[in-house]
């Protein structure tokens, strides 16, 4: 009976149907740990060994936590990365892919200047509301305006937030060039007032607080509200939100009112909280980092404060090391690129299964 | 065993922690019709997708024609002259019969058309088809695109067809035609496998019935030693009564009344044509007619999901006696109107319900908004989910867990019984138990006549002509977006309504053939 006349595969996938939770946390964790190794071997690769495999750890952990004012920077950028991720969060559930957080976040920063340009002699804590309000307009604004296009005419929202980016850039470079404190000099000179008041002994004290606080209003939102639960419905099948008299369109266009209103919000921490300019880089790329942040998190706000701490952690430790062996910056970004890769594939080993096959195996 | 055309061995399949396949042994002869029965999740589509190349065993092997098969795609299983006909067609609208069936084939050399066409109409004349092979696609109806797809496959020589659940889109006299040609083929020695849920079908057309009970293979039985009776009981493993109970209609008063309904879509095509009917309280009012002949689109319309053309459907509320005009209103505002109109699309999870939610949320959608706040209320809906699961039975781990993963049945209890819960004076369901088990069916049936009993204008869009007869007080049959009739349930014969299913009155086709 062990007559084998046919070929068999050697492996195959199948799709698991439960995973109990100890495992897919485990699966998680591993990820974690061989993204880790993975960069540092990248690492090694890449610095000639100048460095050896176990000191790489210990200068990114230097590097992320080594003084006081290292772990400082860790925790803003940590927190610079999470205000964007929550921020996405709420688009994402109603699986409108959002690519414009770094446009929202933009002009949100630039209305903030524009306040302090416009009117500098308001009392401080005057000035700061002010700022803020503008700022969450101007995010909602450029958050809403994709939403209403897509509501309206189905507009691909993919290509429409991604292409606001590029309006808000050049709107900066605009604004910068007409600040700018001598010609050709492309920067513009710091703001002298809107500045949020020290706590903790940092500028940028209160700006943590604030992302904190909206993390946690942000979970209670889409866990809690009813409007969370809208946008769960819409996000997952447009046709029952109709049937059961949900109106869609004011969904969409309300929570990329959210949505923007939350990276401009970030916006206005960036101009308040840290740099006190506006410049087109100033949210670095964060915009598009935060969405790998918040899938990370499977878009739970609360889960988003270990991924982008991750995120941050990588990036700087990276950076150290970039530095101590004469690398340039773009060592950071590989390392970055190389563990997110791994920790995303960890994703298809929880949804899935590779069987091998056994009948191969026995080897007859 | 050299009759045999395919030998199954100890076949396993499993998917996760369920096991859909366990250690099947059976065996298909030469020149035999052999039906598959079976509820819902027995295994019955996945023992086939094993044949035809689209899963893969996990244990066991397969014999075609006495010798052991490795079948790891749909080509393989053609080279074993294996087809298989699925139920949704995978045809090129725009091409003709002769392309869509030779489309894919390494031709000799220089292409044919010709040559093909003149092979097509050999097998047409051989089992009795009847069709151009010149025809497009999109100029064809339901059932010609069936005997193309039939067709593609005796064309790449399968002896071996599967077939399943072919009669669903078809009219009883379509039906009448398939059954001749599978006949014809069964002569000519062919080995065709019909996987279907309807017992009479079994018993008109099979040779031997194979039934599967949760994956696990029961037995063959010759089908003239089967009763319907004896074939349910192997099915679902105890005894079980297959008569719906129809209590006389009572109070009826007009509830509904639709006035000179039409309905257009994006592209300007009528989907419903001066549609007239009344809905009565206490009793269940059936639909019948040919899967997409605008029933969607009708029920859609009353519950505020379409916009009307034309015509006006009036709501009478039986306590305050006023009426209302419900036409152009959205879910919300007929709601509000106090109308309470329940629901049950055909579209389960697409539209009744939110697959990645559990049962709580689920009943949550109708009454997310009541209660003061902006934050959810979740304890009434967790007490009704709670009661549902016990009441209907519902088998599920919690409440918490996503519907999408319950069975076929268990979702449409939830979704009945969310409905239901609401105390409607209006019920609509459409195809309420496609897709279902007969013990489940049988309950949907049991509470669709309680809604009746307790004085609920119920509308049941069926396919199932026998138990449209059975269950429903009158039925409407349309025919393409337009009544053909109404008749009365007692005395309406299933080959009446058949005929009304496929013709207009003949004023009315007089008046479409002029357009």
Same mark, same amino acid.
């Given at each position: 009976?062990?007559?084998?006349?046919?070929?068999?595969?050697?492996i195959?996938i199948a799709k698991r149907?439960?995973l109990s939770?100890?495992l897919s946390m485990g699966i998680r964790v591993g990820s974690i740990v061989i993204a880790?190794?993975?960069?540092?071997?990248?690492?090694?690769?890449?610095?000639?060994?100048?460095?050896?495999?176990?000191?790489? =750890?210990?200068?990114?952990?230097?590097?992320?936590?080594?003084?006081?004012?290292?772990?400082?920077?860790?925790?803003?950028?940590?927190?610079?990365?999470?205000?964007?991720?929550?921020?996405?969060?709420?688009?994402?559930?109603?699986?409108?892919?959002?690519?414009?957080?770094? %446009? !929202?976040?933009?002009?949100?920063?630039?209305?903030?200047?524009?306040?302090?340009?416009?009117?500098?002699?308001?009392?401080?804590?005057?000035?700061?509301?002010?700022?803020?309000?503008?700022?969450?307009?101007?995010?909602?604004?450029?958050?809403?305006?994709?939403? =209403?296009?897509?509501?309206?005419?189905?507009?691909?929202?993919?290509?429409?937030?991604?292409?606001?980016? =590029?309006?808000?850039? !050049?709107?900066?470079?605009?604004?910068?060039?007409?600040?700018?404190?001598?010609?050709?000099?492309?920067?513009?000179?710091?703001?002298?007032?809107?500045?949020?008041? !020290?706590?903790?002994?940092?500028?940028?004290?209160?700006?943590?607080?604030?992302?904190?606080?909206?993390?946690?209003?942000?979970?209670?939102?889409?866990?809690?509200?009813? !409007?969370? =639960?809208?946008?769960?419905?819409?996000?997952?099948?447009?046709?029952?939100?109709?049937?059961?008299?949900?109106?869609?369109?004011?969904?969409?266009?309300?929570?990329?009112?959210?949505?923007?209103?939350?990276? %401009?919000?970030?916006?206005?921490?960036?101009?308040?909280?840290?740099?006190?300019?506006?410049?087109?880089?100033?949210?670095?790329?964060?915009?598009?980092?935060?969405?790998?942040?918040?899938?990370?998190?499977?878009?739970?706000?609360?889960?988003?404060?270990?991924?982008?701490?991750?995120?941050?952690?990588?990036?700087?430790?990276?950076?150290?090391?970039?530095?101590?062996?004469?690398?340039?910056?773009?060592?950071?970004?590989?390392?970055?690129?190389?563990?997110?890769f791994i920790i995303l594939a960890s994703e298809f080993f929880i949804n899935y299964r590779v069987i091998?096959?056994?009948?191969?195996?026995?080897?007859? | 065993?050299?009759?045999?055309?395919?030998?199954?061995?100890?076949?396993?399949?499993?998917?996760?922690?369920? +096991?859909?396949?366990?250690?099947?042994?059976?065996?298909?002869?030469?020149?035999?019709?052999?039906?598959?029965?079976?509820?819902?999740?027995?295994?019955?589509?996945?023992?086939?997708?094993?044949?035809?190349?689209?899963?893969?065993?996990?244990?066991?092997?397969?014999?075609?024609?006495?010798?052991?098969?490795?079948?790891?795609?749909?080509?393989?299983?053609?080279?074993?002259?294996?087809?298989?006909?699925?139920?949704?067609?995978?045809?090129?609208?725009?091409?003709?019969?002769?392309?869509?069936?030779?489309?894919?084939?390494?031709?000799?050399?220089?292409?044919?058309?010709?040559?093909?066409?003149?092979?097509?109409?050999?097998?047409?004349?051989?089992?009795?088809?009847?069709?151009?092979?010149?025809?497009?696609?999109?100029?064809?109806?339901?059932?010609?695109?069936?005997?193309?797809?039939?067709?593609?496959?005796? $064309?790449?020589?399968?002896?071996?067809?599967?077939?399943?659940?072919?009669?669903?889109?078809? +009219?009883?006299?379509?039906?009448?035609?398939?059954?001749?040609?599978?006949?014809?083929?069964?002569?000519?020695?062919?080995?065709?496998?019909?996987?279907?849920?309807?017992?009479?079908?079994?018993?008109?057309?099979?040779?031997?019935?194979?039934?599967?009970?949760?994956?696990?293979?029961?037995?063959?039985?010759?089908?003239?030693?089967?009763?319907?009776?004896?074939?349910?009981?192997?099915?679902?493993?105890?005894?079980?009564?297959?008569?719906?109970?129809?209590?006389?209609?009572?109070?009826?008063?007009?509830?509904?009344?639709? +006035?000179?309904?039409?309905?257009?879509?994006?592209?300007?095509?009528?989907? *419903?044509?001066?549609?007239?009917?009344?809905?009565?309280?206490?009793?269940?009012?059936?639909?019948?007619?040919?899967?997409?002949?605008?029933?969607?689109?009708?029920?859609?319309?009353?519950?505020?999901?379409?916009?009307?053309?034309?015509?006006?459907?009036?709501?009478?509320?039986?306590? +305050?006696?006023?009426?209302?005009?419900?036409?152009?209103?959205?879910?919300?505002?007929?709601?509000?109107?106090?109308?309470?109109?329940?629901?049950?699309?055909?579209?389960?999870?697409?539209?009744?319900?939110?697959?990645?939610? #559990?049962?709580?949320?689920?009943?949550? *959608?109708?009454?997310?908004?009541?209660?003061?706040?902006?934050?959810?209320?979740?304890?009434?809906?967790?007490? &009704?989910?709670?009661?549902?699961?016990?009441?209907?039975?519902?088998?599920?781990?919690?409440?918490?867990?996503?519907?999408?993963?319950?069975?076929? #049945?268990?979702?449409?209890?939830?979704?009945? #019984?969310?409905?239901?819960?609401?105390?409607?004076?209006?019920?609509?369901?459409? $195809?309420?138990?496609?897709? &279902?088990?007969?013990?489940?069916? $049988?309950?949907? $049936?049991?509470?669709?006549?309680?809604?009746?009993?307790?004085?609920?204008?119920?509308?049941?869009?069926?396919?199932?002509?026998?138990?449209?007869?059975?269950?429903?007080?009158?039925?409407?049959?349309?025919?393409?977006?337009?009544?053909?009739?109404?008749?009365?349930?007692?005395?309406?014969?299933?080959?009446?309504?058949?005929?009304?299913?496929?013709?207009?009155?003949?004023?009315?086709?007089?008046? #479409?053939?002029?357009?």
């Amino acid at each position: 009976m062990k007559v084998k006349t046919a070929k068999e595969p050697m492996i195959r996938i199948a799709k698991r149907t439960e995973l109990s939770t100890g495992l897919s946390m485990g699966i998680r964790v591993g990820s974690i740990v061989i993204a880790l190794l993975a960069c540092g071997l990248v690492l090694l690769l890449i610095t000639n060994g100048k460095i050896s495999f176990g000191d790489i =750890y210990s200068q990114m952990l230097e590097g992320a936590f080594g003084t006081a004012r290292r772990i400082k920077i860790t925790v803003r950028d940590t927190c610079a990365l999470l205000c964007l991720a929550v921020a996405l969060a709420p688009a994402f559930k109603m699986r409108f892919w959002n690519i414009g957080a770094e %446009g !929202q976040a933009l002009v949100g920063a630039l209305a903030s200047c524009i306040v302090v340009k416009l009117c500098p002699d308001l009392p401080v804590a005057l000035l700061l509301l002010v700022m803020f309000i503008a700022s969450v307009v101007a995010g909602a604004l450029w958050g809403v305006i994709p939403g =209403y296009f897509k509501a309206k005419i189905k507009a691909n929202e993919t290509l429409f937030t991604l292409m606001m980016n =590029y309006v808000a850039i !050049q709107l900066v470079k605009f604004f910068v060039v007409l600040w700018e404190k001598q010609k050709g000099a492309g920067v513009m000179s710091t703001l002298t007032t809107g500045k949020l008041p !020290q706590l903790f002994g940092v500028d940028y004290g209160w700006s943590i607080v604030i992302i904190l606080v909206i993390t946690v209003l942000s979970y209670v939102y889409m866990k809690y509200s009813k !409007q969370g =639960y809208e946008i769960a419905v819409v996000g997952e099948s447009e046709n029952t939100a109709r049937y059961i008299g949900i109106n869609v369109n004011k969904v969409i266009v309300r929570t990329m009112a959210i949505s923007g209103a939350l990276c %401009g919000l970030a916006g206005f921490l960036l101009v308040s909280g840290t740099h006190h300019l506006v410049k087109s880089d100033i949210v670095g790329g964060n915009g598009f980092t935060a969405i790998i942040v918040a899938w990370l998190a499977k878009l739970n706000p609360l889960t988003m404060i270990l991924t982008s701490f991750f995120v941050s952690f990588l990036d700087i430790g990276t950076a150290k090391i970039a530095s101590s062996c004469n690398l340039n910056d773009f060592a950071s970004d590989v390392v970055v690129g190389v563990a997110l890769f791994i920790i995303l594939a960890s994703e298809f080993f929880i949804n899935y299964r590779v069987i091998f096959n056994k009948r191969a195996k026995e080897g007859k | 065993m050299s009759n045999a055309a395919i030998e199954l061995k100890g076949i396993t399949k499993r998917f996760g922690s369920i +096991t859909a396949n366990k250690n099947i042994s059976m065996t298909v002869a030469k020149g035999e019709i052999l039906s598959i029965l079976g509820e819902n999740g027995s295994g019955k589509t996945t023992l086939m997708n094993m044949l035809s190349g689209i899963y893969h065993p996990d244990e066991g092997q397969i014999f075609v024609d006495g010798k052991e098969a490795s079948i790891q795609s749909p080509k393989d299983a053609f080279n074993y002259k294996i087809g298989m006909i699925h139920q949704h067609f995978k045809l090129v609208d725009i091409l003709t019969v002769t392309e869509n069936v030779i489309l894919g084939l390494k031709g000799e050399g220089k292409l044919s058309i010709k040559k093909s066409a003149a092979k097509i109409k050999e097998i047409c004349d051989m089992y009795g088809f009847n069709i151009d092979p010149m025809k497009k696609i999109y100029e064809m109806s339901v059932s010609e695109k069936q005997t193309v797809e039939i067709i593609k496959v005796i $064309y790449r020589g399968a002896q071996i067809l599967i077939l399943d659940e072919p009669t669903a889109v078809l +009219t009883p006299k379509e039906t009448e035609n398939l059954f001749n040609i599978l006949r014809n083929m069964r002569d000519d020695g062919k080995s065709i496998i019909i996987i279907t849920h309807k017992l009479n079908e079994v018993m008109a057309l099979s040779d031997k019935v194979a039934v599967l009970r949760k994956g696990e293979y029961i037995g063959t039985v010759l089908t003239k030693d089967a009763t319907e009776q004896s074939l349910t009981e192997m099915m679902v493993g105890k005894k079980v009564s297959l008569n719906i109970e129809r209590t006389e209609p009572h109070d009826c008063e007009n509830r509904l009344v639709l +006035t000179n309904v039409s309905v257009t879509n994006k592209e300007g095509v009528q989907l *419903l044509k001066n549609v007239s009917f009344t809905a009565k309280s206490g009793e269940i009012l059936g639909i019948a007619g040919i899967a997409g002949s605008g029933q969607k689109e009708l029920l859609e319309a009353i519950a505020g999901l379409q916009h009307l053309k034309t015509g006006s459907i009036i709501y009478h509320d039986p306590k +305050t006696g006023k009426e209302e005009d419900l036409r152009n209103k959205t879910p919300l505002q007929i709601r509000d109107l106090g109308v309470r109109l329940s629901f049950v699309p055909e579209d389960r999870l697409g539209m009744g319900l939110v697959g990645s939610m #559990g049962i709580t949320d689920n009943m949550m *959608l109708r009454s997310y908004k009541g209660g003061k706040g902006m934050f959810l209320h979740r304890k009434d809906p967790k007490d &009704l989910a709670d009661k549902i699961i016990k009441e209907l039975e519902v088998v599920t781990p919690g409440t918490e867990t996503p519907v999408r993963k319950l069975s076929g #049945g268990n979702i449409q209890k939830v979704l009945v #019984g969310r409905e239901i819960a609401a105390a409607p004076t209006v019920f609509m369901a459409a $195809y309420p138990v496609r897709g &279902l088990d007969i013990n489940s069916s $049988y309950l949907i $049936y049991n509470l669709l006549n309680a809604q009746k009993e307790g004085g609920t204008a119920v509308i049941f869009v069926g396919e199932d002509l026998d138990v449209l007869i059975e269950l429903c007080d009158r039925i409407l049959v349309i025919c393409h977006g337009q009544i053909s009739g109404i008749v009365d349930g007692k005395s309406a014969t299933k080959e009446d309504i058949g005929m009304m299913m496929t013709n207009l009155p003949t004023a009315e086709v007089k008046e #479409g053939d002029a357009q």
